[in-house]
């Protein structure tokens, strides 16, 4: 098993570029999800497979990754945006799957 | 469109047992797995475990091996999570989600809570 590790917080002005860290601690790196999640609402999913936007999500997001890291960026962030952030990722066998999810990181529009 | 509806909350007692249902709609059932995730107060999201809706085939969280089934009806679309022997720390809200590389979408989610 592993960890996925993301920052407790990240804020920025409207209009700037929000980048959110998810570093996983062992080998090897599976694919990384994003979802993001409003008070009192359920989770979506803003990017699959590292760096796939699903339809219906903002060209203003995007995803990255380089090693065991991946990055999700909000370009040109808006009010609307401010939500926390969950980073997933999993791993599976012939028997067995495992589902992990980062800490979660508020991003706060100041 | 694609629509998970679960259960209303519940109310149990420690020592307890709870089951969520959660229906699915708008696409073939048996053709993606589902997982439950939940939540608790303030917390972050924690895996629970998942069931393939086709073949009944479950895989749990290590943490809650023992303590945590779940099935599924065909007949009805409906997926279901029992978690046994509940504690305090079992209050959280309970999702279900259904995996197409990735969880979309999710369930509403049904909150449990654990009280004496």
């Known amino acids: 098993s592993y960890e996925l590790t993301q920052p407790p917080s990240v804020s920025v002005s409207p209009g700037q570029t929000a980048r959110i860290t998810c570093s996983a601690d062992a080998l090897p790196k599976n694919y990384a999800y994003w979802y993001q999640q409003k008070p009192g609402q359920a989770p979506i999913l803003v990017i699959y497979?590292?760096?796939e936007r699903p339809s219906g999500i903002p060209e203003r997001f995007s995803g990255s990754s380089s090693g065991t890291t991946v990055t999700l960026t909000i370009s040109g962030v808006q009010a609307e945006d401010e939500a926390d952030y969950y980073c997933?990722?999993?791993?599976?066998?012939?028997?067995?799957?495992?589902?992990?999810f980062g800490g979660g990181t508020k991003l706060t529009v100041l | 469109q694609v629509q998970l509806v679960q259960s209303g909350a519940e109310v149990r007692n420690p020592g307890a047992s709870v089951k969520v249902s959660c229906k699915a709609s708008?696409?073939?059932?048996?053709?993606?797995?589902m997982h439950w995730v939940r939540q608790a107060p303030g917390q972050g999201l924690e895996w629970v475990g998942v069931?393939?809706?086709?073949?009944?085939?479950?895989s749990y969280a290590q943490k809650f091996q023992g303590r945590v089934t779940m099935t599924r009806d065909t007949s009805t679309s409906t997926v279901y999570m029992e978690l046994s022997s509940l504690t305090f720390d079992d209050t959280a809200v309970y999702y279900c989600a259904r995996d197409v590389d990735g969880f979309d979408p999710w369930g509403q989610g049904t909150l449990v809570t654990v009280s004496s």
């Open positions: 997933q990722s999993a791993d599976s066998s012939a028997t067995s799957a495992y589902v992990i």
């Open positions: 708008g696409y073939t059932f048996t053709s993606y797995h």
């Open positions: 497979k590292d760096s």
């Open positions: 069931v393939n809706p086709s073949t009944g085939r479950t």
